[in-house]
C-alpha cells in the first residue's frame, strides 16, 4: 500500500475530471488501474489517472489515505483524504476525500476556492445570508474561498480540486 502525505490545512476537499466523470457514466470498473504508477501527490509532468472504481472508493485500499479523527463540541468524526495530484507550483490540488457525518459552522472565510463532485451521500451548505445549497450524489458544487457558513452532512465521498492563492507548504 502507497502512502500518501498529510495536507498542510485541515480544510475538506473536492474534483471531477472529464474523463473519470466518463468512466462513471460508462460503468467502467477500473479493473486496469496500474498499481505501479507513481503514488498519488506527487507532482508530475503527465496526466494523473483515476479509475472509476478508485473514484468509488477503492483508492482508499490502492493508496493508504491520510486518516484523521476530529472532535467537536458534542460530535466526532473520522475522515479519509488520498491527494491525487498536486501541481508543480504547489497552487493546484486534487484528490479523493471520505467524511463521516458533522456539523460544521465556518466563521472565518473557507480559505480556498474549491470544486466538489460527490460520489456519495451529500452536504447542505448554508451561507452567512442563510441561503441553503444542498449537494447530493451526482452533485457538483464550486465554494469560493471568501464563503461562510454552515457545512451539514451525514457522511460524503467527493472528488476535489482546489485552487490556493499561495502555494501548499
Given amino acids: ?13 473536492g474534483i471531477a475530471l472529464c ?23 506527487v507532482a508530475a509532468a503527465k496526466p494523473v ?31 479519509e483524504d ?3 495530484f498536486i ?20 466563521d472565518e472565510p473557507y480559505g480556498v476556492d474549491e470544486f466538489m463532485y460527490f460520489i456519495e451521500g451529500g452536504v447542505t451548505l448554508t451561507s452567512a445570508d442563510g441561503s441553503e445549497t444542498v449537494i447530493r450524489a451526482g452533485d457538483a458544487v464550486m465554494i469560493p474561498r471568501e464563503w461562510r457558513g454552515v457545512w451539514d452532512t451525514d457522511g ?3 472528488i476535489y480540486v482546489i485552487h490556493y492563492q499561495t502555494p501548499l507548504e
Fill in 87 to 106: 501541481s508543480s507550483d504547489r497552487k493546484f490540488d486534487a484528490g479523493v476525500f471520505r467524511s463521516g457525518a458533522v456539523r460544521a459552522e465556518i
Fill in 156 to 158: 460524503y465521498l467527493k
Fill in 1 to 13: 500500500m502507497r502512502r500518501c502525505r498529510k495536507r498542510a490545512h485541515g480544510r475538506q476537499h
Fill in 82 to 84: 488520498v491527494e491525487a
Fill in 19 to 41: 474523463c473519470a466523470l466518463a468512466m462513471i457514466s460508462l460503468g467502467c470498473d477500473g479493473a486496469d488501474a496500474d498499481k505501479s504508477a507513481p503514488m498519488p501527490g
Fill in 49 to 79: 489517472r483515476l479509475t472509476a472504481a478508485q473514484i468509488k472508493g477503492r483508492i482508499f485500499e490502492d493508496f493508504e489515505p491520510v486518516v484523521e479523527s476530529h472532535e467537536r463540541v458534542g460530535q466526532s468524526w473520522t475522515t
